[in-house]
Nanobody, 123 residues
């Protein structure tokens, strides 16, 4: 069992930056493929990016490529989502997710989820 807790959300002006953290307990996160997703009320959960287990290769949605970066700190058992050049359309609840296999773009393929953290970008 993996418990995930996101933090770092908040209100930021367009063009600003935030760093979200996803801290894990119960298992070693380096053994898990990790994904970041976001959701606006009434919409489906949207893939943002992922980081593979072991070699930490990353993959991003086109909408965030070049602006967002995912990284791991294995010593802290934490995965990060660095978000730069934020836009109002990035406003959403952001979730991290884990699965004991390679990372996936599909939210239904993840086994563990955090509670989410709200990101609001003002224009």
């Amino acid at each position: 069992q993996v418990q995930l807790v996101e933090s770092g959300g908040g209100l930021v002006q367009a063009g600003g930056s935030l760093r979200l953290s996803c801290a894990a307990s119960g298992r070693t996160l380096s053994n898990y493929g990790m994904g970041w997703f976001r959701q606006i009320p009434g919409n489906e959960r949207e893939f943002v990016g992922s980081i593979s287990r072991f070699v930490s290769g990353t993959y991003y949605a086109d909408s965030v490529k070049g602006r967002f970066t995912i990284s791991r700190d294995n010593a802290k058992n934490t995965v990060y989502l660095q978000m730069n050049s934020l836009k109002p359309e990035d406003t959403a609840v952001y979730y991290c997710a884990a699965r004991p296999r390679d990372a996936s773009l599909r939210n239904e393929e993840y086994d563990y989820w955090g509670q989410g953290t709200q990101v609001t970008v003002s224009s």
